[in-house]
Structures are given as structure tokens and as C-alpha cells.
């Protein structure tokens, strides 16, 4: 299995950055695609960015421009560049992976536990 591990949230004025970094750990295969969902307070979870293996990504309309999502395949790590950060941005980030546990097998899914992400002034 795949345990994820997430850090680098906080609070952040309007206007500024952060960083966001998520590890793999465990056993398995490969890695395929690796990503950001986020959740609000009385909203549903939604997609922020994800990125495969070979560095095609995908960004939510929100965020798209403002948001980099990138991968260091040796590390098994995930980053997301938060930047001109909004309030609206405010919410609980949750990395996610779809793995394979052995060659020409079925994928997986593995959450982490989530950081927050306060965007106030």
C-alpha cells in the first residue's frame, strides 16, 4: 500500500504563497498520476491539479495561472506553488495517487490526510 505524506500548509494573507509537498511511501509498482483535491466548508471535494508520470497536468479553472503542480518522479513527491492566493482558496488540501502494485495491474487509489489552507487577512 501507499501512505502519503502532506505538508506545508498554514495561513497566508490574500496575495501570498505557499508551498504544498506530498511523499510516497510503501509498497508499490508505479505511481501513474499523483494530484491535489481541496474541500470547503459545506462544499464538496473538488480536483485542484494533478499531474502524470511523464509531466502532463490538469488544473481546475479556479486556479489555472495562479497554481503550479509539479512531481519529482525519484522522490515520489508531489509539490503544489500556491500563488496570489485568495480567500476562496480557504479549505482542507488532500494529495492523492493512483497506483499499480504490480506490472499490469489494477490501479489504486491512497489520500492523505489532508492540511489546511487559511487564506485570511
Known amino acids: 500500500q501507499v501512505q502519503l505524506a502532506e505538508s506545508g500548509g498554514g495561513l497566508v494573507q490574500p496575495g501570498g504563497s505557499l508551498r504544498l509537498s506530498c511523499a510516497s511511501s510503501g509498497s508499490f509498482f508505479s505511481i501513474i498520476t499523483m494530484g491535489w483535491f481541496r474541500q470547503a466548508p459545506g462544499k464538496q471535494r473538488e480536483l485542484v491539479a494533478a499531474?502524470?508520470?511523464?509531466?502532463?497536468?490538469n488544473y481546475a479553472d479556479v486556479v489555472e495561472g495562479r497554481f503550479t503542480i509539479s512531481r519529482d518522479n525519484a522522490k515520489n513527491t508531489v509539490y503544489l506553488q500556491m500563488n496570489s492566493l485568495k480567500p476562496d482558496d480557504t479549505a482542507v488540501y488532500s494529495c492523492?495517487?493512483?497506483?499499480?502494485?504490480?506490472?499490469?495491474?489494477?490501479?489504486?487509489?491512497?489520500w492523505g490526510q489532508g492540511t489546511q489552507v487559511t487564506v485570511s487577512s
Open positions: 499531474i502524470t508520470t511523464g509531466g502532463m497536468t
Open positions: 492523492n495517487t493512483n497506483y499499480k502494485r504490480r506490472e499490469g495491474g489494477p490501479r489504486f487509489q491512497a
